[in-house]
């Protein structure tokens, strides 16, 4: 039977949690932290409003937030090197590939940096899902067999906050 | 039951930051290797389920990252006439003496009149490597002083030819937001320019412009060049700090 295509996306949601010490969580959510300030300020420059939730209330355009913030988080997004985060598969390595990623801002304030959360969303690369293993799904790159025959695959199973995003039907 | 072990690490690794943060210096590893040691061990010894195991490389240590904002040219690829946009920061409340170190945001439509954003709805995935076309932030330097490259923008209906602006002190602290408004009429750029492939049937003038229309005398900006050599634009923006 023709593998069925997926794609994977997985959820990253950073908040206080990450804790202050200086890892990449920490660091992105200092950097969105900044940029949500500056950007909010140019919604708002009577700055009348501090929470993202009174800036989708009350300003029109702010929507626009998730994006204009988004910028700040792109260059942290290369130090991952294409690799979906904290993903592993069963022999512990990182299984997924991204390019494709989106962010969010779920809740944010411009006078207290503990109260804000953002989601990063990262989309796979397509995969080829060949058959379910236990709790494993058995995927593999698209792309044409070895030589010999052989398809080389991976194991990985669905997670909390990891979940299909997409399917295409065998060609 | 591995997903409740792949709670349990996860938890595990959030939990020994803050404790890694108390026991050690600015050296503290990440999370990620805390859920590592942990399952380490484990690896082996059970056998019906088999727990996450650790990552064998974590990468270099995360470092700090401008935002992608943060760069002096930012054509990004985008078709239109060259222009080298040069703004002075001054302090209006000390006698328009040169700003040093404040941060300056620009951001402008394209030749079509479109501005960066994911596809119209906002939330769409996008490309990593993809850019925030047409728009940049620059410190500025001892005189006050940013340099951006860029185009020339275009136009849309209901506005004159426009750049945003957002002046924020060092800390980040709104000093500004205003826009750069474009001499018009015979001679000018925008007359040279033409509104690119729309012409400027439509066009509003700054007169007609409802941000504009209050007077430009402090936004109008000097503009000079020629569609094949490209448009150099000036102006002087003083903001209280």
Redesign the interface.
């Known amino acids: 039977m023709l593998p069925r295509t997926i794609t994977f996306c997985y959820r990253k949601v950073l908040d206080a949690a990450a804790g202050a010490a200086p890892s990449w969580d920490q660091l992105v959510l200092a950097a969105t932290y900044a940029e949500f300030r500056l950007q909010a300020q140019t919604l708002d420059p009577a700055r009348r409003y501090r929470t993202l939730a009174e800036l989708l209330q009350h300003v029109p355009g702010a929507e626009r937030l998730h994006f204009l913030v988004s910028a700040a988080v792109r260059g942290y997004l290369a130090q991952l090197e294409g690799w979906v985060p904290d993903v592993l598969d069963n022999l512990g390595r990182r299984a997924l590939r991204f390019t494709q990623f989106q962010f969010e801002l779920l809740s944010a304030d411009v006078l207290d940096p503990t109260r804000h959360r953002v989601a990063i969303s990262f989309y796979s690369e397509p995969l080829h899902w060949h058959a379910t293993v236990g709790t494993y799904l058995l995927v593999a790159e698209p792309g044409p067999p070895a030589p010999s025959g052989e398809i080389l695959t991976r194991l990985v199973s669905l997670q909390p906050y990891l979940s299909i995003h997409s399917l295409s039907p065998a060609e | 039951m591995?997903?409740k072990h792949?709670?349990k690490s996860?938890l595990a690794g959030?939990a020994g930051?803050?404790a890694?943060?108390a026991a050690c210096s600015?050296e503290?590893v990440?999370?990620?290797s805390t859920t590592g040691t942990t399952?380490t061990g484990t690896t082996g010894t059970t056998t019906s389920s088999?727990a996450?195991?650790?990552?064998?490389t974590e990468?270099?240590?995360?470092?700090?990252?401008?935002?992608?904002?943060v760069r002096a040219d930012i054509t990004d690829g985008k078709a239109g006439y060259a222009l080298t946009a040069t703004l002075t920061i001054t302090n209006s409340t000390a006698s328009c003496a040169p700003l040093a170190g404040v941060?300056v945001?620009i951001w402008h439509c394209d030749a079509e009149g479109n501005y960066s954003?994911?596809g119209g709805s906002?939330?769409?995935?996008?490309?990593?490597?993809a850019v925030?076309f047409l728009?940049g932030r620059q410190t500025t330097d001892a005189q006050g002083q940013v340099t951006f490259k860029s185009v020339f923008p275009g136009w849309y209906s209901g506005r004159a030819t426009h750049i945003h602006v957002?002046v924020?002190s060092a800390t980040?602290?709104?000093l500004k937001?205003t826009q750069i408004a474009f001499p018009e009429g015979t001679g000018t750029a925008v007359a040279a320019v033409n509104g690119y492939a729309k012409g400027l049937s439509g066009y509003t003038s700054n007169a007609s412009d409802n941000v504009f229309s209050d007077g430009v005398a402090l936004e109008l900006a000097a503009v000079t060049g020629t569609t094949t050599a490209g448009f150099q634009l000036a102006i002087a923006l003083a903001v209280p700090a």
Not at chain 2, 122 to 129: A, D, F, P
């Open positions: 591995e997903r792949f709670l996860l959030v930051a803050p890694l943060l600015k503290s990440a999370p990620a399952t088999c996450v195991a650790p990552t064998e990468g270099p240590f995360p470092t700090h990252v401008p935002s992608s904002y941060l945001d954003e994911y906002g939330m769409q995935s996008t490309n990593y490597t925030h728009r957002h924020y980040g602290t709104s937001v």
